[in-house]
């Protein structure tokens, strides 16, 4: 089981906030990745309610729907959970490993794998409603707007399928491989990619917008608050572009490459980076608000959860939002890529061994 460890400034008796919630449908929880809700108090999480086991490494982050826990994984399996059990309610077996977070569309499941095949499964039965192959390998995550689905894949290609039955919509190619997954606002999607740039594609049709060059390649999934989009990139900056125009508002260098996709809450985004610092800045002027080194590589994205910032690092951190102190954290197995979901029931947490966790 876990471990729990208090903080010795604060111990586990600190205040920390909760996002409210009953689902969770995708990465950060909704199409522009903002990563922040409305505050509820809440205290820190003192014991594991279950720990649950599934078939292979986890290197996505577990998603949340009507009292169900989906995560994939790379053995191929797509597993529901039952937040109040932990057992698993059924299991899904696609034919390649999944890097990808499901997400949710109209009671399915949406999820992409490593031989190019988007499933569109039931989420209540695990039954398969539809697939889509695409040719080449799909990392990222199926963003859904409206009546389409939108994902990119290896081969350089962004696409848009119907969230019907997976017909294709329109298919664009891009610079480079897509492991970014898009952030939709309106009718933009925004994508990063491994040619270095950030684009901005108009929804209904795929053509381009507007496209802007950074040093490297983006792995890192833009967010968009404000009507400014921020993104990483692996040339050690970290970006804010005007999202009509593309024009970059301002940068700022981290230690290393950022591969960690931002949250945004109020006044201030949140990002990791390789070299194992977490930090603030201010979405007007990017200033530092404050950073925080926490030891190992960051590549996951932080979740924002009203004045709580939650990030895992080797070891699954709770910090606060307004000054980045330590008030909570937990040894959970090596979850370097995967994204807690807090809810005002408890806190869900998977990590790479394939342990499955819910605290409260």
Not at 310 to 317: A, L, V
């Amino acid at each position: 089981m876990c471990s729990v460890l208090a903080d010795r400034r604060d111990g586990l008796r600190c205040e920390v906030q909760a996002k409210v919630v009953s689902d969770w449908p995708n990465l950060l929880c909704d199409g522009r990745h903002s990563g922040g809700q409305l505050p509820q108090p809440w205290r820190a999480p003192r014991r594991s309610l279950w720990q649950a086991s599934v078939e292979g490494s986890v290197r996505s982050a577990p998603i949340l729907y009507d009292g169900l826990l989906y995560v994939s994984s790379l053995a191929g399996f797509l597993n529901a959970i039952d937040i109040h059990t932990g057992k698993v309610r059924w299991r899904f077996r696609t034919a390649a490993p999944i890097h990808s977070t499901p997400s949710l569309n109209s009671g399915k499941v949406l999820v992409t794998c490593d031989d190019g095949t988007l499933y569109a499964i039931d989420a209540s039965s695990g039954t398969k409603t539809w697939d889509v192959r695409t040719g080449a390998e799909v990392w990222t995550s199926a963003i859904v707007s409206k009546d389409k689905i939108f994902f990119g894949d290896t081969s350089g290609h962004m696409q848009a399928v119907s969230s019907a039955n997976g017909t294709l919509q329109w298919k664009r190619s891009l610079g480079g491989k897509i492991y970014s997954t898009a952030c939709i606002v309106g009718q933009q999607v925004f994508v990063g990619c491994s040619d270095g740039k950030v684009y901005s594609m108009d929804a209904k049709s795929g053509d381009i917008l507007w496209n802007t060059p950074t040093g490297d390649g983006i792995d890192s999934s833009p967010a968009v608050a404000k009507e400014t989009l921020f993104v990483g990139s692996l040339d050690y900056f970290f970006y804010a572009f005007d999202t009509v125009n593309g024009a970059i508002l301002w940068q700022h260098q981290a230690e290393l490459g950022i591969t960690s996709s931002p949250a945004v809450s109020g006044d201030l985004v949140v990002f990791g980076c390789k070299a194992g610092v977490l930090q603030a800045l201010n979405v007007q002027t990017g200033k530092l608000i404050w950073a925080q080194r926490l030891g190992q590589a960051i590549t996951a994205p932080p979740v924002i959860s009203g004045s709580t910032v939650w990030i895992q690092s080797g070891i699954t951190y709770a910090l606060s939002l307004a000054d980045g102190n330590i008030l909570w954290r937990a040894r959970l197995g090596n979850s370097l890529q995967s994204v807690p979901i807090v809810t005002e029931a408890g806190v869900y947490l998977a990590s790479m061994e394939g342990d499955v966790y819910a605290l409260a």
